[in-house]
């Protein structure tokens, strides 16, 4: 028999899932979906007392449960309906009814999707990718071309641009003109993902985080010190929906 899901109702989050192949019960963090997965063995679902000996098992459970909820990732799944916030505004995630190639456009406060349903997560993650790729850019290509050129210092020609999904850090420039920046900044405030793109174009004149490079970026972004620190407090909250 294969497993079956049942979801149910908890001030904790708990997924219960019944397995005919689990021997125990066994609870782990919820990757996937946030919360809890509780695996129940087929036999103990068909008891009686399931419920009385689910309640007990939680109940020992928590104190693992509330340091984990601490500690762990949180995981969101993007799904119709759901407000997110895109370039640092409250959006609405919209599927459309009607039947068509998959598309997915931002109007106003809203970003529709057309296609199957079970492509939406994917599709919209598709959709960041593609214009964090071309929004930062085109903000890169235009800060690089501002860069000061001197007789004794000249930039690293700005070759090539990419985007990813590092969790460590927002951006990165190599010595050889290569400028990543995590597609998760199309979810912040423009002006916070702009001073992403100008601190990796300055590392293009200044590989270092010397005076002279922090200089290089006021000169860009006056209020560079308040988008970092949007960053360090508001980060996290950028890493909550699902890749
Ligand atoms: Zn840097």
């Known amino acids: 028999m294969k497993s079956k899901e049942k979801i149910i109702k908890s001030p904790l989050h708990v997924r219960i899932k019944i397995s005919s192949r689990a021997k125990r019960l066994g609870l782990r963090v919820d990757s996937k979906e946030g919360g809890f997965l509780l695996n129940v063995p087929q036999l103990i679902f068909q008891r009686r007392d399931f419920q009385k000996n689910i309640d007990r098992f939680l109940l020992d459970a928590q104190p693992w ?3 984990q909820n601490s500690t762990a990732r949180q995981c969101i799944v993007l799904k119709p309906d759901l407000k997110i916030p895109f ?10 009814k009607q039947i068509g190639p998959c598309s997915t456009v931002h109007i106003g406060d809203e ?4 296609g199957p349903k079970h492509f939406f997560h994917q599709q919209l993650v598709a959709f960041f990718r593609k214009k964090s790729g071309s929004v930062f850019k085109d ?4 800060f690089a071309n501002k860069l000061p050129k001197t007789v004794l210092k000249k930039p690293i020609l700005f070759q090539r641009f990419s985007i990813k999904d590092t969790k460590s850090r927002w951006g990165s420039c190599s010595s050889r003109g290569s400028i990543s920046l995590s597609w998760r900044l199309i979810l912040a405030p423009e002006k916070v993902a702009r001073y992403v793109c100008i601190h990796e174009v300055c590392h293009l004149l200044e590989m270092n985080h010397s005076t002279k490079f922090w200089a290089l970026v006021e000169h860009f972004d006056p209020d560079f010190k308040e988008h970092r620190a949007w960053l360090k407090t508001h980060g996290r909250e950028l890493h909550i929906y699902d890749d």
């Open 65 to 67: 449960m509330a340091k």
């Open 87 to 96: 370039q640092g505004r409250e959006t609405k995630l919209v599927q459309l």
């Open 111 to 114: 970003i529709q999707v057309s």
């Open 139 to 142: 903000t890169c290509i235009n």
